[in-house]
């Protein structure tokens, strides 16, 4: 297998990032979230909306690079804005995707951990990563990164409530 790059994101990545997005999406959560849902999903929205978040000083990325060719990327954040009533948890990873065709090469671990390492940096000491309860192989490799399912809360994709599964994580360095 070709080198993977882990690096932060730059403008130029946004595109491939996006068709991660919608790739991974409507591969992972077909037969979970709505079809109607993940067929009308379009990159180009995802490029207009991360192209937003890039220029929030808040919102932090990582990419996977491999060949020049952007394969998977992690969205994190050093505080816990997206997990409101947690005062326990100080960080989180929002978003981890990988191409659905260069899933199971270690692109996801790569990613989890360089967003964990920079975490330990920051002296952070709990993280935390929100799953749809029904994306069973998403929660093994949570679990499998040394996560422990201790939170859940009720979110809304389209016009439709799905559970999610909070696996949190005790990332003292």
Same mark, same amino acid.
């Given at each position: 297998?070709?080198?993977? !790059?882990?690096?932060?994101?730059?403008?130029?990545?946004?595109?491939?990032?996006?068709?991660?997005?919608?790739? &991974?999406?409507?591969?992972?959560?077909?037969?979970?979230?709505?079809?109607?849902?993940?067929?009308?999903?379009?990159?180009?929205?995802?490029?207009?909306?991360?192209?937003?978040?890039?220029?929030?000083?808040?919102?932090?990325?990582?990419?996977?690079?491999?060949?020049?060719?952007? !394969?998977?990327?992690?969205?994190? =954040?050093?505080?816990?804005?997206? &997990?409101?009533?947690?005062?326990?948890?100080?960080?989180?990873?929002?978003?981890?995707?990988?191409?659905?065709?260069?899933?199971?090469?270690?692109?996801?671990?790569?990613?989890?951990?360089? =967003?964990?390492?920079?975490?330990?940096?920051?002296?952070?000491?709990?993280?935390?990563?929100?799953?749809?309860?029904?994306?069973? &192989?998403?929660?093994?490799?949570?679990?499998?990164?040394?996560?422990?399912?201790?939170?859940?809360?009720?979110?809304?994709?389209?016009?439709?409530?799905?559970?999610?599964?909070?696996? !949190?994580?005790?990332?003292?360095?």
């Amino acid at each position: 297998m070709e080198r993977i !790059v882990i690096r932060n994101m730059e403008e130029k990545d946004i595109e491939g990032v996006a068709e991660v997005h919608v790739s &991974s999406w409507k591969t992972a959560y077909r037969g979970i979230v709505q079809d109607r849902y993940l067929d009308a999903m379009k990159k180009e929205e995802k490029i207009v909306s991360y192209k937003k978040k890039q220029m929030d000083v808040r919102e932090k990325f990582l990419v996977a690079e491999q060949n020049g060719e952007i !394969v998977g990327f992690c969205r994190y =954040a050093d505080d816990n804005r997206f &997990s409101e009533n947690m005062s326990d948890i100080d960080c989180e990873i929002v978003a981890l995707y990988v191409s659905p065709d260069k899933m199971y090469h270690g692109i996801g671990t790569k990613l989890f951990q360089a =967003a964990v390492e920079t975490f330990i940096c920051q002296k952070k000491h709990k993280m935390i990563i929100w799953c749809l309860r029904e994306n069973k &192989s998403s929660k093994r490799f949570y679990e499998k990164m040394g996560g422990k399912m201790q939170r859940e809360k009720k979110v809304c994709i389209g016009d439709k409530s799905y559970c999610e599964d909070g696996f !949190v994580y005790d990332i003292r360095g």
